[in-house]
């Protein structure tokens, strides 16, 4: 593996921010500030972090679990927890991306670049387990939100509901927002 160069390492700090912020446990907790209002703060200390561990690891690969635990320690800040296998995964691919780098190979940033548009498309819900009634006017979206819009202006259909043709001993009970009256 070659050296890392000023070039290598400009491109392995865009990559690290990026495979960062299309990670949905992170990006889920900065959007929805699980880790208080200097959320953004805290994740651009792990993409700090992350780039200080991979440019001064002897060797990276080896030192796989250390990146994970750097991981594990930056969703902590955020107050957040993966169990979903993610933190490996993103572990793996900072790893191919600064093996990547070091060999001068900068497609894997062309690519997270060029991807980058196209992960606005779709809608994601998040929560972070606190689903509970906030007094707090400022944290009412705090719990849950759509993190790419595009695709928010899709109306919801509405379920038909067959009124009941005989007495089968089931009773139809209508919504607390109708509070008893029919339409």
Same mark, same amino acid.
């Given at each position: 593996?070659?050296?890392?160069?000023?070039?290598?390492?400009?491109?392995?700090?865009?990559?690290?921010?990026?495979?960062?912020?299309?990670?949905?446990?992170?990006?889920?907790?900065?959007?929805?500030?699980?880790?208080?209002r200097?959320?953004?703060?805290?994740?651009?200390?792990?993409?700090?972090?992350?780039?200080?561990?991979?440019?001064?690891?002897?060797?990276?690969?080896?030192?796989?679990?250390?990146?994970?635990?750097?991981?594990?320690?930056?969703?902590?800040?955020?107050?957040?927890?993966?169990?979903?296998? /993610?933190?490996?995964?993103?572990?793996?691919?900072?790893i191919?991306?600064?093996?990547?780098?070091c060999?001068?190979n900068?497609?894997?940033?062309?690519?997270?670049?060029?991807?980058?548009s196209?992960?606005?498309a /779709?809608?994601?819900?998040?929560?972070?387990?606190?689903?509970?009634?906030?007094?707090?006017?400022?944290e009412d979206?705090?719990q849950?939100?759509?993190?790419?819009?595009?695709?928010?202006n899709?109306?919801?259909?509405?379920?038909?509901?067959?009124?009941p043709?005989?007495?089968?001993?089931w009773?139809?009970?209508?919504?607390?927002?109708n509070?008893?009256?029919?339409?």
């Amino acid at each position: 593996m070659s050296e890392l160069t000023a070039e290598g390492r400009a491109v392995l700090i865009e990559g690290v921010g990026l495979i960062l912020w299309r990670w949905t446990a992170m990006r889920a907790a900065v959007e929805n500030g699980w880790g208080g209002r200097d959320s953004q703060a805290k994740a651009d200390g792990t993409v700090s972090t992350v780039f200080k561990f991979l440019i001064q690891s002897q060797d990276p690969a080896k030192d796989i679990e250390t990146l994970g635990d750097i991981l594990d320690k930056g969703l902590d800040e955020l107050n957040t927890t993966a169990e979903d296998g /993610s933190v490996d995964e993103v572990a793996n691919t900072l790893i191919d991306l600064y093996e990547d780098c070091c060999n001068h190979n900068y497609e894997m940033l062309e690519e997270l670049r060029a991807t980058r548009s196209q992960a606005t498309a /779709s809608v994601v819900k998040v929560s972070n387990g606190n689903d509970e009634e906030s007094d707090d006017e400022d944290e009412d979206n705090d719990q849950t939100t759509d993190m790419m819009v595009e695709a928010s202006n899709q109306k919801p259909e509405v379920m038909p509901v067959d009124e009941p043709a005989a007495d089968d001993g089931w009773t139809v009970v209508s919504s607390r927002k109708n509070k008893g009256k029919r339409n």
